[in-house]
């Protein structure tokens, strides 16, 4: 069982930088690939960015790569995402989701299996 808790969403500028932290708590933390999603208002679930357990694998949205950085931290059961150049369509809640090895080269949220609360991130113009 993983337990995730995001924090770090807020309200921000565009241009502005905001870095999410998933806190995970459970002993498999190390061995799950590790992921973010966001939901913006009236729209579906959309992959962000994921991570495998070394952190020497990462899988970026088109449209997030260059913008965004995702890392890990096993040590503090942490998962990071550092947003830059942030946009006003960013504007989301941003989930924390935890899943087998297959949720890097197949980001989908049905493969993910543990999920956070979300944080929201409003990015004004």
């Known amino acids: 069982q993983v337990q995730l808790v995001e924090s770090g969403g807020g309200l921000v500028q565009a241009g502005g930088s905001l870095r999410l932290s998933c806190a995970a708590s459970g002993r498999t933390f190390s061995s799950n690939v590790m992921g973010w999603f966001r939901q913006a208002p009236g729209k579906e679930r959309e992959f962000v960015a994921a991570i495998n357990w070394s952190g020497g694998s990462v899988n970026y949205a ?3 790569k ?16 550092q947003m830059n150049s942030l946009k ?3 504007t989301a809640v941003y989930y924390c989701a935890a899943g087998p090895a297959r949720l890097l080269w197949d980001p989908d949220e049905a493969v993910a299996i543990y999920w956070g609360q979300g944080t ?3 990015v004004s113009s």
């Open 88 to 90: 006003p369509e960013d």
């Open 66 to 81: 260059g913008r965004f950085t995702i890392s890990r931290d096993n040590a503090k059961n942490t998962v990071y995402l």
């Open 120 to 122: 929201q991130v409003t």
């Open 62 to 64: 088109d449209s997030m």
